[in-house]
């Protein structure tokens, strides 16, 4: 099996990819007989095969070929028309997207549980010493909030943070 990797080049960089089994090549190329097809394989598998050539001739030959889409690398200079591209690829070349971050509030009455930047927030009334301190509700029941084993765990490394940038200044 041989990973080929695709990209998109269209103010993005999109990233697909998949692997060419010797079956595929097979079926993109059912004139050649077993020699031909063995010579080609070992091309492929040494990395002298001509990726754009066997991509095309699977499209004339009507063989869909499954790409798995990697990522998409935005970037802002804005690049003329659009080009694809194809690579020899190996391991690294398969992406998997990011674990979702770990909760880092929880609600101290009902079960919800979410990031920092999805409570609400409560101000409460002045009490006479202009000093208002707002805190962090439960988006569900408006109830308070506290903080995770993870919220814990980013409340202090931002703590520690904040501490080393004022010993800087």
């Not at 079960?111 to 409560?122: F, H, L, N, R």
Request: with cysteine; glycine share 4%; hydrophobic share 25%.
């Amino acid at each position: 099996m041989v990973t080929i990797v695709k990209h998109e080049w269209h103010q993005v960089d999109s990233q697909f990819a998949f692997e060419l089994e010797k079956d595929l090549l097979e079926e993109i190329y059912p004139d050649i007989d077993e020699d031909e097809l063995e010579e080609l394989w070992q091309r492929v598998i040494s990395g002298e095969a001509d990726l754009d050539e066997i991509i095309s001739d699977a499209w004339n030959n009507d063989v869909e070929i499954e790409w798995d889409r990697q990522y998409d690398d935005w970037w802002t200079d804005r690049k003329g028309g659009y080009d694809i591209t194809y690579e020899y690829g190996d391991e690294d070349s398969w992406h998997t997207p990011p674990a979702p971050a770990e909760p880092t509030h929880k609600c101290t009455k009902c079960k919800w549980v979410g990031q920092s930047y999805e409570t609400d927030w409560q101000w409460p009334e002045d009490d006479g010493t202009g000093e208002q301190e707002p805190k962090k509700t439960c988006p569900m029941c408006e109830s308070d909030t506290e903080l995770t084993e993870a919220g814990a765990k980013e409340e202090q490394e931002r703590a520690e943070r904040e501490a080393r940038w004022a010993k800087e200044k």
